[in-house]
């Protein structure tokens, strides 16, 4: 079956920089790109990124484009996500999705659904 | 970036009754290449991740049960629960996926058995 498994929960101080991880099993890796959400304590969802790990094409929210870092591993079907310079606002349960969309070449790709979720991962950042 | 504002923020169902959910997008999400709708659907329950329910705004997502409907065109949008299980208590979101980014969500509602 499909699964996405995310590592475990993170305490960060303002300033550090906190890195998630999401492994993928069940289906072929490089099929569909990887999105990552986020989730404020009692907030709704917001969409940061999305990395496509056939090419490495990524996308970003522009509020995230500076500090924001995602890789994949085709190898370990595995995608990460580094988020930097963290502030308190930044505390929030951190989702990795299996994203549905196509890509009519390199660099033009098209982000539909998230159809498949990690389980999250709570960061806190706090002094 | 496209809003999404959904309504109404929670609402309370009696078991077997019908819940209705609305999401209306700041710009038409209708996608000139398929003529079909950008919207998705999300349920998450309290502790989980959200799960998929619905997509091109009418496709339900496998495994999905049949009392859930999505439909509407254009910029509004509606999720239909038939008959309110005590499972269906959740929040739920609209999501767009419109050929620009952002991917953008609405706030969600928040569904209770009255």
């Known amino acids: 079956q499909i699964q996405l498994v995310q590592s475990g929960a993170e305490v960060k101080k303002p300033g550090a920089s906190v890195k998630v991880s999401c492994k993928a099993s069940g289906y072929t890796f490089v099929s569909f790109g990887i999105s990552w959400v986020r989730q404020a304590p009692g907030q709704g969802l917001e969409w940061m990124a999305w990395i496509n790990p056939h090419n490495g094409n990524r996308k970003y929210a522009q509020m995230f484009k500076d500090r924001l870092s995602m890789t994949t591993d085709k190898s370990t079907t595995t995608a990460s996500m580094e988020l930097r310079s963290l502030r308190s606002d930044d505390t929030a349960v951190y989702f990795c999705?299996?994203?549905?969309?196509?890509?009519?070449?390199?660099?033009?790709?098209?982000?539909?659904?998230?159809?498949?979720w990690g389980q999250g991962t709570l960061v806190t950042v706090s002094s | 970036d496209i809003v999404m504002t959904q309504s109404p923020d929670s609402l309370a169902v009696s078991l077997g009754e019908r819940a209705t959910i609305n999401c209306k997008s700041s710009q038409s999400v209708l996608s000139r290449s398929n003529s079909q709708n950008s919207v998705a659907w999300y349920q998450q329950k309290p502790g989980q991740p959200p799960r998929l329910i619905i997509y091109?705004?009418?496709t339900r997502q496998s495994g999905v049960p049949d009392r859930f409907s999505g439909s509407g065109s254009g910029t509004d949008f509606t999720l239909t629960i038939s008959s309110l299980q005590a499972e269906d208590v959740a929040v739920y979101y609209c999501q767009q996926y419109y050929n620009s980014l952002p991917l953008t969500f609405g706030g969600g509602t928040k569904v209770e058995i009255k």
């Open positions: 091109w705004a009418s």
């Open positions: 999705a299996r994203t549905v969309g196509y890509c009519t070449s390199s660099s033009n790709c098209y982000i539909h659904y998230l159809d498949y």
